[in-house]
T-cell receptor
Framework: EAGVAQSPRYKIIEKRQSVAFWCNPISGHATLYWYQQILGQGPKLLIQ????????DSQLPKDRFSAERLKGVDSTLKIQPAKLEDSAVYLC????????????FGQGTRLTVV | GENVEQHPSTLSVQEGDSAVIKCTYSDSASNYFPWYKQELGKRPQLIIDIRSNVGEKKDQRIAVTLNKTAKHFSLHITETQPEDSAVYFCAASGGNNRLAFGKGNQVVVIP
């Protein structure tokens, strides 16, 4: 079974620039998550999709972050404009439909904002 | 929302000894408690999980205990080995599959 795929693996941008991350979940997984993991901390949920609908985006800084999952499969997370404090690893995860099923993580995208 | 706390932040143990990591959660409606292991530069991976209808679960050298009344759960690693060195995250979730993670524990196994 192929895992969760993310790209790019690394990205360095200047503050105020824009950046986009891509995630392809495990085939058949209805739930997709985007997490932000700042160095030395646990993953913080940014947004959760069920198919192509948003379940939870309460911790997404909506003035600069946006995410979509138009066809209920792949997802993109965008930051515009980036700030220094956005430097983190952005992890995508997916899980099967159903209550409290295992979340499988991708390798993440390490973003550095300079 | 759910708030998960982990203690201690760093734990050093001699190879062969046991390691215990404790987590507390705030939302009494949470009913699913997974533990993830993250090695340096790698993705978090599930090592064990427990649901609220059981108090303990064991898988070889790893066990998890849950105390719903006190709202805490613990990870126990016995006979630690160098490959157990990693950051361990606890998490909690209610019926909406919304996983809230703790800040993580760095476990260092000293050969």
């Amino acid at each position: 079974e192929a895992g969760v795929a993310q790209s790019p693996r690394y990205k360095i941008i200047e503050k105020r620039q824009s950046v986009a991350f891509w995630c392809n979940p495990i085939s058949g997984h209805a739930t997709l998550y985007w997490y932000q993991q700042i160095l030395g901390q646990g993953p913080k949920l940014l947004i959760q999709f069920q198919n192509n609908g948003v379940v939870d985006d309460s911790q997404l800084p909506k003035d600069r972050f946006s995410a979509e999952r138009l066809k209920g499969v792949d997802s993109t997370l965008k930051i515009q404009p980036a700030k220094l404090e956005d430097s983190a690893v952005y992890l995508c995860a997916s899980s099967q439909k159903g209550q409290n099923t295992e979340a499988f993580f991708g390798q993440g995208t390490r973003l550095t904002v300079v | 929302g759910e708030n998960v706390e982990q203690h201690p932040s760093t734990l050093s143990v001699q190879e062969g000894d046991s390691a215990v990591i404790k987590c507390t959660y705030s939302d009494s409606a949470s009913n699913y408690f997974p533990w993830y292991k993250q090695e340096l530069g790698k993705r978090p991976q599930l090592i064990i999980d427990i649901r609220s209808n059981v108090g303990e679960k064991k898988d070889q050298r790893i066990a998890v205990t849950l105390n719903k009344t006190a709202k805490h759960f613990s990870l126990h690693i016995t006979e630690t080995q160098p490959e157990d060195s990693a950051v361990y995250f606890c998490a909690a979730s209610g019926g909406n599959n919304r996983l809230a993670f703790g800040k993580g524990n760095q476990v260092v196994v000293i050969p």
